[in-house]
């Protein structure tokens, strides 16, 4: 993984990473609020050597006194120094929990002595420092004193006496909430790294690459209003949505160099990743750039497209196949450009066996020598093996894959059908790419369409598909002639 990968996850997971972090910096201002206060007070000791004054004495007595110093602050410690503070102060404690509480260093060739106590009480915390100091002034003077009398040669003194604390050493917020922001931060990237290898769905263009050589042959962005308005006819002209399929559009007409695939199907590892509305708009929008489209369902175990578009689904493909009816009988004009839709007709008990035979080959070769393009909704690859077998009859595949929905293993498994039946794979369409983030798949535009007028906008899609409709059953036994001769005079 380089830079660019830590930083894709980083974007998809910012929200888990900064509320893990902030519950970090609450657990660390908690820690603050709910530990109770301690207070440190500090004194400082000099051990001093009694000599004659001269230099050799003084050095001699130096060397001697640096020497003792890692003996007096062991002794700090001890019950010998600490019974005497705590009978002296009255303290219903023992020495080893006084131990504890007291600490005591000294600073490298020096002759001072630190003694710090910690206690929930400031002014206790510097009571039993002065006891403590004060006690181990006695004891000094009294290990050092010579056995046959005489006074002790060494000498320990109080420079700074302790004083009660104004502001409690512990907790320390400020170095609470840094660890509590560090730990939460850390902890959020883990949970961000972990997530991100155990997540094998695919979000963009980066997780893509990664299974598939196949191109890209467009982005579509998710739109909340596609749900109740799937077709492009039913968005501004200029919407980002619009603007995707004709992207799809023009890169579908490159992965075709020559022209050769006429038709083209459309399919989708797992139901629900928008394989039918993409058929239907990139049909609508190679009919608006002049083509003469056809667009086939041949989902016919769940068949979409007469609801989507308005149009009758019981005479259709499976009417055609079984030769109840002639295709130019069941072609149905949509819209005001040349697309003309070709319905599932009836859902028959073996869809499987009607779309891989001969009549089904037939058929799309006798609207290849009419129609400039041919787009199949077809069923998805993994459930059902019906795409698998219709596309050995078209001349291109073009797989949709659902962002955030789709796996890894099951789009490997899809393109691995495919390619046992020696399909080819014109790419690959990802729908419903987020509008943000690291995977967003967004247009820029200098302008917009405006919005069309009020009585447009009223007329709903449901009265447009019913007037289509009865146009269809007045003139649908002028079709043959009607559909024949207009692709003619415009070839």
Known sequence: MDL???????????????????????????????ISPTYKAQTQLFVAIQGSGTLADLQQGNTFSQARVQSYVKTVTTPVVLQPAITALGLSTSVDELSRRVTASTDLNTVLINISVSDSSPVQAAAIARAVADSLVKVVDSLERPKNGGSSPVSLSIITPAEA????????????????????????????????????????????????TASLLGGIAFDQDAVKKPLLTQTATQSPRAESFRQLRTNLQFANVGGLAKTVLLTSSLPGEGKTTTAANLAITLAQAGQAVCLIDADLRRPMLDEYLGLERNSGLTTALVGSADINDLLQPWGDDNLFVLTSGQIPPNPSELLGSETMRDLLSRLEKVFDTIVIDAPPLLPVTDAAVLSQYVGGVVVVVGSERTKRHDLERALSALELVDAKVLGVVLNRLPTKGPDAYAYNYYSYESVSPPQEQNRSFSQNMEAQ????????NEAPMRVEGHFRRGK
């Open 469 to 476: 409709n009865s146009r269809f059953v007045e003139d649908l």
């Open 4 to 34: 660019r990968d830590y930083l894709r996850i980083l974007g998809r997971n910012w929200i888990l990473v900064a509320a893990v972090t902030l519950v970090g910096v609450l657990g660390g201002g908690a820690a603050s609020v709910l």
């Open 165 to 212: 604390p104004s502001s409690p050493s512990a907790p320390n917020s400020v170095l609470n909430l840094l660890l509590g922001f560090i730990g939460g931060l850390l902890l959020g990237l883990v949970i961000a790294m972990l997530r991100s290898t155990l997540d094998y769905r695919i979000r963009g263009e980066a997780d893509l690459g990664k299974i598939t």
